[in-house]
T-cell receptor, first 112, second 113 residues
Framework: KNEVEQSPQNLTAQEGEFITINCSYS?????LHWLQQHPGGGIVSLFM???GKKKHGRLIATINIQEKHSSLHITASHPRDSAVYIC??????????????FGKGTHLIIQP | KAGVTQTPRYLIKTRGQQVTLSCSPI?????VSWYQQTPGQGLQFLFE???????NKGNFPGRFSGRQFSNSRSEMNVSTLELGDSALYLC????????????FGPGTRLTVL
C-alpha cells in the first residue's frame, strides 16, 4: 500500500509570493496527480504526471521518480489560489490500475 | 460537453437506513470511480467501474456497493448506514481509467443522524 505524505499541511502567504507544496510517496507509481479543492467540495484535476515537469499558467508540477517526490509550485500567487491542494498517486496492479491513494492535503491561504 | 453530475447533492438519512447515490459521467467516458471524503480520513477510494464491470475496489466493508449501467451511469449504494458514513461522496469519470486522468463531480453530501 502506498503512503502519500504532503507538506506543509497549512500554508498562509501574501499575494505575489512563490508557493511550493511537496508530496512524497513510498512505492513506485504509474502516475501522480495534483488536485485542487475549493470550499464547497468541488475537485479539479490540475496535473497528471509520470515524469519530468508540466506547466499550466502560473502552476508548475515536477516529479522525481527516483526520489519518489513531487512538487507543485504557484508563481505570483493570488487570493483566488486559496484552496486545498491534494496529491494522489495511482499504481498498476495485475488487474489494472489501482484506485488513487491520496495525501491529506495542503490548505493554502493567500492573503491580499 | 456536460460535466460529471451527481444526484442528489445533499441527503440526510438515519442510522440503519440505506442510500443510493447516482453519478452520470461525461459523455463517452467508460470509467467511473467513487471516493469518500471525511474530515478525519480525507479522501479514500471506494471502487472503479469500467464498462459495467468493477475493476478495482478499495478497503471498505461490503455495505458499500456499486454498479454501472450500459450507458456508463453509475450508482453507489450504502446499506445499514452508520454515523461514520457521513461524508462527501465524489464520483469521477475518465475515458479509459484512473491512471489517465479523471474529471470529478460536485459530490453528494450525506449526513447520517
Amino acid at each position: 500500500k502506498n503512503e502519500v505524505e504532503q507538506s506543509p499541511q497549512n500554508l498562509t502567504a501574501q499575494e505575489g509570493e512563490f508557493i511550493t507544496i511537496n508530496c512524497s510517496y513510498s512505492v513506485g507509481i504509474s502516475a501522480l496527480h495534483w488536485l485542487q479543492q475549493h470550499p464547497g467540495g468541488g475537485i479539479v484535476s490540475l496535473f497528471m504526471l509520470s515524469s519530468g515537469k508540466k506547466k499550466h499558467g502560473r502552476l508548475i508540477a515536477t516529479i522525481n521518480i527516483q526520489e519518489k517526490h513531487s512538487s507543485l509550485h504557484i508563481t505570483a500567487s493570488h487570493p483566488r489560489d486559496s484552496a486545498v491542494y491534494i496529491c494522489a498517486v495511482s499504481q498498476y496492479s495485475g488487474g489494472g490500475a489501482d484506485g488513487l491513494t491520496f495525501g491529506k492535503g495542503t490548505h493554502l491561504i493567500i492573503q491580499p | 460537453k456536460a460535466g460529471v453530475t451527481q444526484t442528489p447533492r445533499y441527503l440526510i438519512k438515519t442510522r440503519g437506513q440505506q442510500v443510493t447515490l447516482s453519478c452520470s459521467p461525461i459523455s463517452g467516458h467508460r470509467s467511473v470511480s467513487w471516493y469518500q471524503q471525511t474530515p478525519g480520513q480525507g479522501l479514500q477510494f471506494l471502487f472503479e467501474y469500467f464498462s459495467e464491470t468493477q475493476r478495482n475496489k478499495g478497503n471498505f466493508p461490503g455495505r458499500f456497493s456499486g454498479r454501472q449501467f450500459s450507458n456508463s451511469r453509475s450508482e453507489m449504494n450504502v446499506s445499514t448506514l452508520e454515523l461514520g458514513d457521513s461524508a462527501l461522496y465524489l464520483c469521477a469519470s475518465s475515458s479509459d481509467g484512473i491512471a489517465n486522468g479523471q474529471f470529478f463531480g460536485p459530490g453528494t453530501r450525506l449526513t447520517v443522524l
